[in-house]
Nanobody, 125 residues
């Protein structure tokens, strides 16, 4: 069992930055590929970023590539999402997930075994 707790969300103006954190407990953090997803009202959960167990591989969709950076600190059991040049369309609840069954990056929701409770990010225009 893995417990995930996100933090760092908030209200920011367009063009601003936020850094989200996701703290994990309950199991060996380095055994899990990690990812960030987001969900806006009345929309499907959307992939944002993924990182492999070691942190050596990352992957982003075109919508955030060059603006968002995922990283992890296995010694601190934490994964981060640095978000720069934020846009109003980035407004959503952001969730981190943990996937046990992959040594690479994981980009689909169905492959994730555990989820956090989410943190709200609101970008004003």
């Amino acid at each position: 069992q893995v417990q995930l707790v996100e933090s760092g969300g908030g209200l920011v103006q367009a063009g601003g930055s936020l850094r989200l954190s996701c703290a994990a407990s309950g199991h060996t953090f380095s055994s899990y590929a990690m990812g960030w997803f987001r969900q806006a009202p009345e929309k499907e959960r959307e992939f944002v970023a993924a990182i492999s167990r070691s942190g050596g591989n990352t992957y982003y969709p075109d919508s955030v590539k060059g603006r968002f950076t995922i990283s992890r600190d296995n010694a601190k059991n934490t994964v981060y999402l640095q978000m720069n040049s934020l846009k109003p369309e980035d407004t959503a609840v952001y969730y981190c997930g943990a996937a046990a069954a992959s040594s690479g990056v994981v980009v689909t929701t169905r492959e994730y075994d555990y989820w956090g409770q989410g943190t709200q990010v609101t970008v004003s225009s």
